[in-house]
């Protein structure tokens, strides 16, 4: 989305409080809602490095998500986001992939029933 200047807004931000370490870190994703916060949420979750993942949505009237993770063992708290991110991106191809896959073939046997 364009800004007031006409400058594209930033889709993610990265807010640390002053003095805090790089695992616990607040990300403020923009024009998103519960569709990616609790799926996001789920798929870092699963990492054994992370004490702490949680999301909300500021405002029903915002379109943004305040998405927190707090991780252990130094582990920059940027990495199990960027793990989550591609883990939930591989599963939505597979589903994907999964149902282009049957569509065809129910299409396939629609023909050959016609013919």
Known sequence: MAGVDGEKKPVLE??????????CVTFVLHEED????????????KSLDVDFCGYSITHPSESKINFRIQTRGGVPAVEPLRRGLNDLT??????LNTFQKRVSEFRSQQEDAME
Not at 38 to 44: D, E
Not at 90 to 95: E, I, K, L, W
Request: charged fraction near 20%; proline fraction near 0%.
């Open 34 to 45: 519960h569709t990616l916060g609790n799926s996001l949420r789920y798929m870092v979750m």
């Open 14 to 23: 990265m807010v640390q409080a002053d003095g805090a370490d790089e695992g």
């Open 90 to 95: 591989d599963v939505c191809q597979h589903v």
